[in-house]
């Protein structure tokens, strides 16, 4: 879907869109005169703008359409209201087979955003919500009646054309941009696991080192061997398909403000290995990569984007299958930083192939570090599935991830990482183990876990997206299947560092 910014009497389109506050007398983008009587016709039908309510009319002179959807009380507003309200305008829209669809821009007067960015953060909200509610997974399908199309172009229609500045236009291409590269995590996190094995993932970030100022760097087996990468070698050791380990680096033009490193669980599927998973805890192992998919999605986005901050991008991959060469509970390993790990359960295959990333990325001395990983089942019991939990060493960050994600629509919860529990994971045979107690605390003792493997000067996040990542049922904006999740707020993060 394009996005087109230009004033309201430009619009050849039949098809309007406009957002109603709960009980306001007009629509937004609407003069009041020509409001009012809207919504008297829509008070009618009982629409007062009830938040996600929709109702289309038509106007007088029967020439133009007006939708519109409400977007519930003005003091609970939030922006992602807009992303969830332009995602029903992309429903309807499909359904009557519109192929142009205008949305009227409010005054910002009107919308409880203060400050200068608010028309730029309604935009942002709204392309997004456009783009995100528009995409489908249709590699291996026909399309269907039942789910029509989205609508062509989306325009974004300004009272007058002083109103569209260089700052709302950067806010439209950016905010294009970053629902595209969440399309792109998608499309990875939706592809089936025999389709993008180790090898294949590591060819797709080779491709996007292709573009902008990225570099890419792949170690596979022999180079893993050699630098004592260990932990991803076990892992992989039970599949046909090598594990490997991506480095992506993004550097600036500019003078480079920090050094991140992003890091992401590539497990292109998790059968649980020898601690084999039963079958209905299986079905949706092929989102087990979708911290990768993540890492990859950003670096298509920083080759777009001029961000002044240099990015490494870490994507250990591997496939966890129990075959004949697999590892076995009670195996010990050796991870990249010197530390020997007994491997109780190699359906805790996560944090091993982490231990190695981790490790490596620390010797990369970034300002800071962030992983992201499909980590625990733990995790989608304590906080369910829209939440991702935050743990870490980098209050701050953590902090700001969970405001930025307000705005995102990606919500984060922290919880503890006391060392108190740092007992549960001592081993008698090795320096560690890779569980804990049963059913004990599992999120945590995760995070206490790949703490082993952080170097003590790199602040440091860690981000279990196990809930998140995939839903099994469509969201306001997501379709079943992968998210994106926590794409947009990762890439909020690193436009405002
Ligand atoms: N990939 C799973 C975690 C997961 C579960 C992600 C559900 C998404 C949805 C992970 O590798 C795993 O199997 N974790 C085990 C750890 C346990 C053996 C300590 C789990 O959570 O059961
Ligand atoms: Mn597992
Ligand atoms: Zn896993």
């Not at 669809?101 to 960015?117: T, V």
């Not at 890091?263 to 805890?281: H, M, N, Q, R």
Request: a positive charge.
């Amino acid at each position: 879907m394009k996005a087109q910014l230009l004033p309201r009497d430009k619009w050849p389109g039949k098809f309007l869109g406009s957002l109603v506050f709960e009980d306001r007398k007009a629509p937004l983008g609407v003069s009041q005169a020509e409001g009012k009587e809207f919504m008297a016709i829509a008070e009618e039908e009982n629409f007062h703008g009830q938040y996600k309510k929709t109702i289309l009319l038509r106007s007088d002179k029967g020439r133009q359409r007006l939708l519109l959807v409400g977007l519930g009380k003005k003091k609970e507003f939030e922006p992602d209201r807009v992303r969830v309200a332009v995602a029903k305008f992309i429903k309807l829209a499909g359904e009557m087979k519109i192929a142009e669809f205008g949305l009227l821009i409010p005054d910002p007067k009107s919308i409880p955003i203060r400050g200068p960015n608010c028309i730029p953060r309604f935009i942002t909200a709204a392309v997004q919500g456009a783009v995100l509610a528009g995409y489908r997974y249709t590699e291996h399908r026909k399309n269907r009646p039942e789910d029509p199309e989205p609508p062509e172009l989306l325009g974004l229609l300004f009272s007058t054309g002083k109103a569209i500045t260089p700052t709302v236009r950067k806010a439209a291409a950016q905010a294009g941009a970053v629902a595209e590269a969440v399309c792109y995590t998608r499309d990875l996190v939706n592809e089936p696991p025999s389709q993008k094995a180790p090898e294949m993932v590591a060819e797709l970030a080779t491709w996007l080192a292709k573009r902008g100022r990225v570099k890419v760097e792949v170690m596979r087996k022999k180079q893993l061997i050699q630098m004592g990468m260990n932990c991803i070698l076990r892992v992989g050791a039970g599949s046909h398909e090598p594990p490997c380990l991506v480095h992506l680096t993004y550097k600036p033009k500019r003078r480079s403000k920090k050094t991140v490193c992003i890091i992401g669980k590539g497990v292109t599927f998790d059968s649980g290995g020898l601690s084999l998973k039963p079958s209905a805890s299986m079905d949706t192992m092929k989102c087990d990569m979708a911290g990768a998919a993540t890492v990859l999605g950003l670096f298509k986005l920083l080759g777009e984007l001029d961000l002044p901050v240099t990015v490494h991008g870490l994507a250990p991959l591997a496939e966890n299958l129990p075959g004949g060469s697999a590892q076995k509970p009670g195996d010990v390993i050796r991870a990249y930083n010197g530390k020997t790990i007994e491997v109780l359960n190699t359906d805790a295959e996560g944090r091993l192939i982490l231990a190695d990333a981790l490790a490596y990325g620390s010797k990369l001395e970034p300002d800071l570090m962030i992983d992201m990983a499909t980590l625990t089942g733990a995790c989608v019991v304590a906080l369910g599935d829209e939440y991702s939990a935050l743990l870490g060493t980098d209050r701050k960050t953590i902090n700001r991830l969970i405001e930025l994600g307000k705005e995102q629509g990606e919500f984060f919860w922290q919880l503890p990482l006391p060392e108190r529990y740092r007992s549960h994971i001592k081993s008698k045979v090795a320096d560690i183990k890779n569980i804990g107690k049963p059913r004990i605390a599992g999120t945590i003792v995760a995070g206490l876990f790949l703490q082993e493997f952080v170097d003590k000067k790199v602040p440091w996040v860690h981000i279990d997206i196990a809930g998140p990542a995939f839903t099994k049922e469509d969201w306001d904006y997501t379709r079943t299947g992968g998210t994106g999740v926590p794409l947009r707020t990762l890439a909020a993060f690193l436009s405002t560092i």
